[in-house]
């Protein structure tokens, strides 16, 4: 009977772990991906940007904001392959500015 129990906490500690590790080293991709759909929106957005002053500032905001998503992309790749916990927070953050960047693009 404890043998019993003891495996049965075994399995639900491993499961947990298991669990906890995914949530915190894999939110990267879902935040590139926002990033992505976001950069797309505003270069929509900035095709109709009448005032060419407005239309450049909207214009470099995107290209930044691209960078930025492909240098999260770089350090998400780089995270998995190191099994680095920073380097999954910096990709996380500059995927998150990017986004920020281009979503006030109209």
Request: contains cysteine.
């Amino acid at each position: 009977m404890n043998r019993c129990k003891l495996t049965l906490v075994a399995i639900v500690a491993s499961l947990t772990l298991a669990t906890a590790t995914q949530v915190f080293a894999f939110s990267c991709p879902g935040l590139i991906k926002g990033a992505n759909e976001s950069i797309a929106k505003a270069e929509a957005a900035a095709g109709n940007i009448a005032n060419e002053r407005e239309k450049g500032r909207a214009m470099m905001m995107i290209e930044l904001a691209k960078q930025w998503n492909g240098e999260a992309q770089t350090d998400h790749k780089e995270a998995g392959a190191k099994k680095d916990a920073q380097l999954h927070y910096r990709a996380e953050a500059k995927a998150k500015a990017a986004k920020a960047l281009v979503d006030h693009v109209k």
